[in-house]
């Protein structure tokens, strides 16, 4: 099982980025969930957004609503998070991760599969 983010970058604020994250994870008959987290630095990794394979469900984290969309293409096992109106506490290493449930969870620790992460970077 292997997840690979892209797509980071440095933006100014107000600026936008997309990030995908690619790979095989399971079976395509599974319920799986795939989440977006994020962590800068001295602080916890958050949840930041996530969506079942389930039943379509979501959650973003209340800072990323109306900014961030979460997308996924289960046929070719990517999904992405467009980020737009970035501003510099959005400064952090994204990180995409998987779990085997029906149901988001923004809770970490449910969350099996880890990929390596992808730095953004908002500054002007």
């Known amino acids: 099982v292997q997840l690979v983010e892209s797509g980071g970058g440095l933006v100014q604020p107000g600026g936008s980025l997309r990030l995908s994250c690619t790979g095989s994870?399971?079976?395509?008959?599974?319920?799986?969930?795939i989440g977006w987290f994020r962590q800068a630095p001295g602080k916890e990794r958050e949840g930041v957004s996530c969506?079942?394979?389930?039943?379509?469900?979501?959650y973003y984290l209340d800072s990323a609503k109306g900014r961030f969309s979460i997308s996924a293409d289960y046929a070719h096992n990517i999904v992405v998070l467009q980020m737009k109106g970035l501003k510099p506490e959005d400064t952090a290493v994204y990180y995409c991760?998987?779990?085997?449930?029906?149901?988001?969870?923004?809770?970490?620790?449910?969350?099996?599969?880890w990929g390596q992460g992808t730095q953004v970077t908002v500054s002007s």
């Open positions: 969506v079942s394979r389930h039943d379509g469900g979501y």
């Open positions: 991760a998987a779990a085997r449930r029906s149901f988001c969870t923004q809770d970490r620790s449910f969350y099996n599969y």
């Open positions: 994870v399971f079976p395509a008959e599974d319920d799986y969930i």
